[in-house]
């Protein structure tokens, strides 16, 4: 028995071992799969093919592994605004790529600043001669953007082109509040601050509607005049405000009804579109399917161009650094990001660039706003980069409002465009209680006080008219520190700056016009200046992306959510995008109540921009702790 015992145990050591190997085998390759460079492939001689899959940002957020497992799917793409304006502009001066193939069957849009951008790249690839093919099933606001710089535009047998032009409606529970007896305190400074409104209105109030209207319209006629400058043959009035009459003269047919407008040059499926580019580059001598052409997809092409400088490889040494720290979407508190702007991550970014030796730094602002604690942390993170004496360059993208303007004081010169949205200076803190609600089902509550403030703030019982007064004054106070912040960046007076804050909203026009803004144009504008003002002479500096590490897994399942050129192809109607529209509300109507239900940090956040059609970034959920609650008020303040 003893030797059979020593046979077993040598077996099982034996087994022990080889499972080990493997399974270190297993996370050894794991690893090498999760941390390498996606291979670049083969650049073939054709066209460029642009499916985009997706929406394109300022700065996409982080995939999370674990919401993956979850969900048991992988999110919807996200391209880097930049990204593709780089593999655009480059695609445009490489002798390989012979046309510019734009499939945007299932694009999903982005802002108004980003799709300007996006579409001044592919107006400069045009000009070079090349050609460019625009291919959907339906066209909305911002895939018309991007197609109208298409030489042909072809629409699908079952599709067509509908522009919706920008606005939409605002939720408001002040009534459903009412009805529940739920009680929404609501603290704000500015007669035009309308993030507040919501949840103590039924409807906007005049003095919102008013500023709502103005930089709306702003904005529409902006994207007016950039269609009819790429595309003079269309008949904008008639595909817009005359849609319904020309459906009605082309017998319900949309695609038609695109022809006729002007807004598409062809009706014909995704076959004939790629038979149609063939004829001009080429077949696919790899691929007989009805419809290939040669080409090569954007993420081969992309990740066979040099990468940009940035804080993932060391700096080069030989040219001085612009540094680029990007600010994109909502603010809060902590260390969410990207897609997200996590405060403590963005300023540990920009400390950790303290000793690069930045001739300059460029700030990139793509924010509604957020917490007051967060765009304060981020605004001293700056100033220490300030302190040693370099210029500081503001851009602003699709909005740079509320937060997004508290940060972007720092600046020593502000970049925008005419559609970007800022201002928005105002500060509102919103908190619920339900004491009415609890007392219908016999919750009462008693309580013993050492001082008026024991105990506040009280949701389930209520508040004190010693609270109520202390939040209002605390609120008064952030905003006078704003505005106060506001004027002395932009050398204006504290009576003028009542005038221009009040928690109004401005398009980029308007905003330069009253000195919010210095001048038009975009990073590149903003680096050029900020290395003029450092004393560099052109082409002796260069770009320093001041980004994190990102996470393997993360990186692995974006590239895996990317896809591929050749996935088959997704039939998104019309009527698809109204569904999708519909999904959109929805989320706004949960981060509302989010908004007001959860402690988020305090917040500097623009309303318009968040219910009026900008991306946003899913809320994030801080830990409350055990901090005393002065500190969890101060942290609930929001500037909209």
């Known amino acids: 028995m003893s030797f059979a015992g020593k046979v077993w145990r040598l077996l099982v050591g034996i087994k022990d071992a080889l499972a080990l190997m493997f399974l270190l085998l297993f996370f050894a390759l794991l690893f090498a799969a ?26 996409p957020a982080a995939i999370e592994p674990l919401d993956v497992l979850l969900s048991g799917s992988l999110p919807t793409r996200s391209y880097r605004t930049r990204d593709l304006v780089r ?21 999903t849009g982005g802002g108004a600043v980003t799709m300007q951008e996006v579409g001044e790249a592919l107006a400069r690839f045009r000009n070079t001669d090349k050609p460019i093919y625009a291919y959907a099933v339906a066209y909305s606001d911002d895939s018309m953007m991007l197609a109208a710089h298409a030489d042909e535009i072809w629409v699908d047998p079952m599709g067509g082109a509908v522009i919706r ?31 507040g409104e919501p949840y103590v209105n039924t409807q906007m109030s005049p003095e919102f509607r008013e500023n709502t209207e103005a930089y709306v319209d702003a904005i529409w006629e902006e994207y007016r005049a950039h269609i ?57 001598e790899w691929d007989d399917k009805p419809g290939s052409f040669a080409s090569t997809d954007y993420d081969t092409w992309f990740n066979s161009l040099e990468p940009e400088s940035s804080s993932l490889r060391s700096l080069s040494g030989g ?10 979407g909502e603010i809060v508190d902590g260390n969410a990001g990207p897609g997200t702007a996590g405060a403590s991550r963005i300023s540990r970014l920009l400390d950790e660039a303290l000793d690069d030796d930045l001739a300059a730094l460029v700030v990139r602002v793509n924010s509604p706003g957020g917490t007051v604690t967060g765009s304060e942390t981020i605004r001293r993170a700056i100033l220490r980069h300030k302190d040693k004496g370099i210029p500081i360059a503001i851009s602003m993208g699709d909005y740079a409002a509320s937060g997004g303007y508290w940060i972007s004081t720092t600046g020593d010169r502000i970049f925008a465009e005419p559609e970007t949205i800022t201002g928005s200076i105002g500060v509102i803190l919103a908190v619920p209680s339900f004491e009415n609600l609890l007392s219908e089902y016999g919750i009462t509550h008693d309580s013993i006080r ?51 804050a009040q928690g109004r909203a401005w398009a980029g026009g308007a905003a330069r016009q009253l000195g919010l803004v210095d001048q038009f144009g975009g990073l590149d504008a903003a680096m050029e200046w900020a290395a003029q003002q450092a004393g560099i002479e052109e082409g002796e500096w260069e770009p320093h992306f001041l980004r ?4 393997p897994l993360a990186a692995f399942l974006t590239g895996i959510a990317g896809g591929s050129a050749e996935a088959p192809q997704e039939m998104v109607a019309v009527s698809s995008q109204f569904a999708m529209q519909e999904q959109d509300a929805l989320a706004r109507l949960s981060a509302n109540f989010d908004r007001l239900f959860s402690a988020q940090g305090a917040q500097s956040v623009c309303l318009q921009c968040l219910a009026l059609g900008a991306t946003q970034a899913q809320p994030a959920r801080l830990q409350r702790g055990d901090a005393d609650w002065l500190q969890l008020l101060a942290g609930r303040f929001r500037a909209y």
């Open 165 to 195: 032009g920008p606005g939409g409606s605002i939720t408001f529970y002040a009534a459903a509040f009412e009805r529940f007896d739920i009680t929404a305190h609501v603290f704000q400074v500015g007669a035009f601050k309308g993030a």
């Open 319 to 328: 040219k001085k650094q612009i540094g680029v720290i990007t600010v994109a």
């Open 34 to 59: 999760l941390s390498s460079r996606p291979n670049p492939g083969v650049v073939r001689e054709g066209a460029l093919l642009l499916k985009l899959t997706g929406s394109i940002s300022e700065e």
């Open 548 to 551: 994190g590490q990102p996470d």
């Open 450 to 500: 050492t001082t008026p403030l024991a105990g506040q703030p009280d949701i389930l019982a209520g508040f004190t008219p010693e609270t109520d007064a202390l939040l209002q004054a605390e609120t008064q106070a952030i905003y006078d520190r704003f505005v106060s912040l506001v004027a002395e960046s932009r050398g204006l007076s504290l009576q003028r700056m009542e005038d221009l």
């Open 87 to 107: 593999a655009i502009d480059e695609a445009a001066r490489d002798e390989r790529i012979k046309a510019l193939a734009l499939d945007l069957t299932t694009f």
């Open 228 to 284: 009819v400058q790429a595309r003079s043959q269309v008949d904008f009035d008639a595909a817009t405000t005359g849609l319904l009459d020309q459906v009605e003269a082309n017998g319900g047919d949309l695609a038609q009804v695109a022809l006729a407008t002007g807004l598409a040059d062809t009706i014909g499926t995704r076959e004939e579109w790629g038979t149609r580019i063939a004829e001009v580059v080429g077949e696919d």
